[in-house]
């Protein structure tokens, strides 16, 4: 279960990152500007931090367990 977490954790921290390096084959393949390739991953990194800021209360108020098996749901 541990590895799991782990493995999950790791696939959306690297979300964040991984866009850069594909910018331009976004702008070519979906043919729109470099700006908007690029608000992928702004739009990414802030619900991350606001999911951060909404389930970190809820877990403490109800159970990590509780709120991690819900995000799986």
Do not use: E, H, R
Not at 1 to 15: G, H, K
Not at 31 to 43: F, V
Not at 47 to 65: I, M
């Amino acid at each position: 279960m541990n590895f799991l977490l782990f493995w999950c954790a790791l696939v959306v921290v690297s979300a964040v990152y991984i866009v850069i390096p594909i910018t331009d084959t976004l702008t070519s393949y979906f043919t729109i500007s470099a700006q908007k390739a690029s608000w992928i991953s702004s739009i990414f990194s802030v619900f991350y931090a606001f999911g951060f800021l909404v389930f970190a209360p809820l877990s403490q108020k109800y159970g990590k367990k509780q709120i991690i098996v819900i995000g799986f749901l």
